[in-house]
């Protein structure tokens, strides 16, 4: 899908933007889901811009748990997440 031309665009056509978006993301999730497993080292920006390591303890559909570094656990979207490397 590529956008040229007009400026103006119609609810119809925002509406097939946000679906192509949606599509994407949900195949760029499982593609990353596929990836990762138990006790992988991952690296994800917070809310702040900050960013955590940790290793992954549990894979669910759609997210991971995730015990970072500093001894916090977090549940983190799949989408957010990039391996760093296997724990040994």
């Excluded at 994800?44 to 995730?66: D, E, F, H, L, M």
Aim: net charge positive.
């Amino acid at each position: 899908m590529t956008l040229t031309g007009s400026t103006h665009i119609n609810g119809w056509e925002i509406k097939e933007i946000q679906q192509f978006i949606n599509y994407r993301q949900q195949t760029i999730n499982a593609s990353k889901l596929r990836d990762l497993r138990c006790h992988d080292r991952v690296i994800w920006s917070g809310k702040a811009g900050y960013n955590t390591k940790g290793t992954i303890t549990r894979v669910n559909r759609k997210t991971c748990s995730v015990d970072a570094d500093d001894g916090t656990k977090w549940r983190v979207g799949v989408g957010m997440l990039t391996p760093i490397g296997k724990e040994v």
